[in-house]
């Protein structure tokens, strides 16, 4: 069987793109990769028929195009799996993947094809709504006279006329997606202004018609407690590998 692998825009795999987002009901984290330019697509072809794409990007560096983060083949061609990627990998010259472990697919290919694989982040989905009440907190919207000391954070709890806490929504992921972020100032802590601040932004994010999703470094345990009170769960996993395809 002869696979052709071709660099192309954006633009020729759109609708490839489309069915890999619409198949998997998730937040892509790397999804504003291809909106910034910060990855090439490769076109798979069989023949005259476009059978699936993939993607690459720079696992330390932007610029660089050394790891595989998309894969996705047409449900009829995926018999042809590993023959495809390890085409797709020859032509691209990547040495990492970078997959989602609610990505089945590519998941699929990191255990196969890779040595030394590790999870980098947690990824949480909303599963329930809470209503945590801080006496004096008010979650508001920051104003332009807020010291913020280079914080740029679109939201804020001001209690008593002080910032304790500040977040917001990212939206360049794939809709209807919202990634929660937030911190809290260190002379305010563990008094559940974090948990307070994720709640609101996540009603925020329903009220603008998005879905809120957070992740979260795997070793961070205490932002992972504040996202799971505040009703998120875990929905997987960011993992990385090294390819190691065995040559004949």
Same mark, same amino acid.
């Given at each position: 069987? +002869? ?13 490839? #793109?489309?069915?890999? /987002? ?7 984290? *790397?999804? &504003? *990769?291809?909106?910034?330019?910060? !990855? ?11 059978? @699936?794409? @993939?993607?690459?990007? @720079?696992? %330390?560096?932007?610029?660089?195009? %050394? ?6 083949? /047409? ?16 032509? !691209? ?20 094809? *890779?040595?030394?694989?590790? =999870? ?19 979650? #508001? &919207? ?7 000391? @280079?914080? %740029? ?6 209690? %008593?006329?002080?910032?304790? =806490? ?16 937030? +911190? ?9 202004? !974090? ?5 609101? /932004? ?10 809120? !999703?957070?992740? *979260? ?32």
């Amino acid at each position: 069987m +002869q696979v052709n692998i071709t660099k192309t825009g954006l633009d020729e795999i759109r609708d490839l #793109r489309t069915m890999f /987002l619409h198949e998997n009901h998730f937040q892509f984290v *790397c999804n &504003k *990769c291809h909106d910034y330019g910060w !990855a090439d697509t490769w076109l798979f072809r069989i023949g005259n028929v476009r059978v @699936g794409y @993939g993607s690459v990007w @720079g696992t %330390d560096r932007r610029q660089d195009r %050394d790891t595989i983060f998309e894969f996705y083949l /047409l449900p009829v061609y995926r018999k042809y799996a590993s023959f495809i990627f390890e085409e797709f990998h020859t032509a !691209a010259r990547a040495i990492w993947i970078e997959a989602q472990s609610n990505d089945i697919f590519l998941t699929t290919m990191l255990y196969r094809f *890779c040595e030394n694989s590790f =999870a980098e982040a947690i990824l949480f989905e909303d599963h329930f709504q809470t209503s945590f009440e801080i006496p004096d907190a008010i979650f #508001r &919207k920051r104003s332009e006279h807020d010291p913020m000391d @280079g914080d %740029d954070s679109d939201y804020v709890v001001d209690v %008593d006329g002080e910032i304790v =806490a500040s977040g917001g929504l990212m939206l360049n992921y794939n809709i209807p997606y919202a990634d929660i972020y937030m +911190q809290t100032r260190e002379a305010h802590r563990e008094k559940g202004y !974090a948990t307070y601040i994720v709640q609101e /932004l996540k009603r925020t994010a329903y009220k603008m018609g998005r879905v809120p !999703a957070a992740r *979260c470094n795997v070793g961070n345990r205490i932002s992972q407690a504040t996202l799971e009170k505040a009703g998120f769960r875990i929905c997987g996993f960011r993992l990385k590998g090294v390819i190691r395809i065995a040559e004949d």
